[in-house]
Nanobody, 111 residues
Framework: QVQLVESGGGLVQPGGSLRLSCAASGRNFSATNMAWYRRAPGKEREFVAVSGYLGTTLYNQAVKGRFTISRDNAKNTLYLQMNRLEREDGATYYC?????WGQGTQVTVSS
């Protein structure tokens, strides 16, 4: 059974940085796409970034150039480095692998 646990969220000032982690368990994920999504209050969940198992990455245009998705297959862990955070980035961030969702980690961007 696939389980995902996100961590690393918190309160950060505009312009600051955070690094999110998603620890995956239940199988080997090296041949699996792994993605980040987010849901802001009152909004639909939206795609943030995906790490393809062949090494490709794809980003939501709103975060491109500021966020970096990466993975450590040996640790079954997905990361999201978020730089130059904006208030609009405030949301609950979710990891998604094989149609399984984690519980989310909240990011608040405020001065």
């Amino acid at each position: 059974q696939v389980q995902l646990v996100e961590s690393g969220g918190g309160l950060v000032q505009p312009g600051g940085s955070l690094r999110l982690s998603c620890a995956a368990s239940g199988r080997n994920f090296s041949a699996t796409n792994m993605a980040w999504y987010r849901r802001a209050p009152g909004k639909e969940r939206e795609f943030v970034a995906v790490s393809g198992y062949l090494g490709t990455t794809l980003y939501n245009q709103a975060v491109k150039g500021r966020f970096t998705i990466s993975r450590d297959n040996a640790k079954n862990t997905l990361y999201l480095q978020m730089n130059r955070l904006e208030r609009e980035d405030g949301a609950t961030y979710y990891c998604n692998v094989l149609k399984v969702w984690g519980q989310g980690t909240q990011v608040t961007v405020s001065s």
